[in-house]
């Protein structure tokens, strides 16, 4: 039961940090730790039994609980009728102001009885446990089974969101949940990118390389009625969930002969993609982002190398999990070392001004000696 595992380990860490409770909030924080989203509060005392407060569904979180107690609830006042403490752990970057000062009057407490523990959880996120490992590498076998049907859908003339479609109802029939979900403020969680030409070099205000036109703009991001070319790539940018932990991928197509350019695009992005998993490992995230770059500027692509001009991202790859973009990230800032059990998704890009661009990314697993890719695909570019 990984919930309870982690809630066991995490209560080690509140006692290591002087932290008397922790509040966690958020839906996929209540699945990671208490193992169910029908909780309103999962409260993980440093020392004792945590307990999972509820509105309502009491009887169903009773079924799903895997660690602690079911209180049904009125008020936030009542968890002081069931644990004593002077100070409280909150993950800040996901509580809205407006719950944030309701729970503190509730509890008569000011600001300075809380620690915010959300660089805490993240790092104690980043390290996976075999069974979420397992987890992500079978969302990696429902990516390789989808994308193993492209060359069999994709038709000269097929518009984006077209094929996106069918991609995402193969998705659903080979086991993802339905749903990705992204740390970052604001972040769309589409289950597809499908990009071809001109949409490739279309930026948006995500943290994404790309970001597409969207059907409308109305969405803003992802595919649009943009038409599949002989000749002109297309990237196939998606993320499967299997059980609530992500694997992300991305590879390049192209339906008959590429050009010249995207050849060449294509044999440094590889270049750089094998780069990177001989020298990832033993490493910081900071000195890997760094010296891929130093390869980017000799191989001729600074100004293309995850997007074009100031357009272009500072990152290589982010951690991923129970959220596509979790602790560590691949990029300058970030000194923590690549260890053991960290799960990476690597997505390095190439952008040809005209064309478009060609893209790989694939979710590995850190192990004592080497990146493991946890999906079966190829790094390959497919012509089709």
Known sequence: MIAKSKTLQFQKVLKEKGIDVALVFYYVD?????????????????????????????????RELEYGEVIDFKSFKEIRDHFNFKNIGLVLENIPARNYIKVLQDLGLSSENVVDITDIYLNFRAVKEHEEIERIKKAGDITTNVYRKIKDIVKPGMKEFELAA??????????????????????????????????????????????????????????????????????????????????????TFVI?????????????????????????????????????????????????????????????????????????????GFKTKLVKGMTIAIEP????????????????????NTLKPLTGLEPELFVI
């Open 166 to 251: 069918r991609l995402e109802e193969l998705y659903r029939l080979e086991g993802h949940i339905g749903e990705n979900r992204f740390r970052g403020y604001n972040q769309i969680g589409l289950l597809t990118y499908v990009l071809t030409g001109e949409s490739i070099l279309t930026p948006s205000v995500h943290a994404t390389p790309y970001g597409g036109n969207g059907v409308s703009k109305y969405i803003g991001i992802g595919a649009s009625d943009r038409k599949i070319e002989k000749g002109i790539p297309f990237v196939v940018d998606t993320v499967a969930n299997y059980e609530g932990y992500h694997n992300d991928t991305t590879r």
């Open 30 to 62: 209540l699945l990671y730790f208490a193992g169910t989203i029908h909780g309103n509060v999962y409260v993980i005392p440093a020392e004792g039994i945590p307990k999972l407060f509820t509105r309502r569904a009491s009887n169903r979180a009773v």
């Open 256 to 332: 008959d002969e590429p050009k010249k350019e995207v050849i060449a695009a294509f044999g440094a992005l590889k270049n750089i993609y094998d780069y990177i998993i001989e020298i990832g490992k033993d490493i910081t995230c900071e000195d890997l982002y760094l010296n891929v770059l130093k390869r980017v500027d000799e191989l001729g692509y600074s100004n293309n190398f995850m997007g074009i001009g100031n357009n272009r991202v500072p990152f290589l790859g982010h951690g991923i999990g129970i959220y596509v973009d979790e602790y560590p990230v691949l990029a300058k």
């Open 349 to 368: 890009k190439i952008f040809i001004e005209g064309i478009g661009g060609v893209g790989l990314e694939t979710t590995f697993e850190v192990t004592e």
